[in-house]
């Protein structure tokens, strides 16, 4: 399965985006999908995620409320509408996708493929 994240950018504080991360090479609905961020000199983390049936989506604590995940299996893609953006969430942006058939998980070791990242830049 190959994934590839898009829609970063600048954005000043306050404002919003979307991120798409489009799928190809396997089956879109045997997968959960989840993105997680990297801020310079940070450890990775989780954001969001969601179940293959579009349900229960899960976000981290800060992000909820003003993120929503959400994907359209038909197009084999997954996307974070990102509103009210602070400059803390400026980081890399990565999509994941987790072949699970129940829940999601907020474990990036548990994900089974990667895209390459969105550099997100919010600035104040």
């Known amino acids: 399965v190959q994934l590839q994240a898009s829609g970063g950018g600048l954005v000043q504080a306050g404002g919003s985006l979307r991120l798409s991360c489009a799928t190809s090479?396997?089956?879109?609905?045997?997968?959960?999908m989840d993105w997680f961020r990297q801020a310079p000199g940070k450890e990775r983390e989780f954001v969001a995620a969601v179940t293959w049936s579009n349900d229960r989506p899960d976000y981290a604590d800060s992000v909820k409320g003003r993120f929503t995940i959400s994907r359209d299996n038909a197009k084999k893609t997954a996307y974070l509408q990102m509103n009210s953006l602070k400059p803390e969430d400026t980081a890399i942006y990565y999509c994941a996708a987790d072949r699970r058939q129940w829940g999601t998980s907020r474990y990036d070791y548990e994900m089974d493929y990667w895209g390459k990242g969105t550099l997100v830049t919010v600035s104040s």
């Open positions: 090479g396997g089956t879109f609905n045997n997968y959960a």
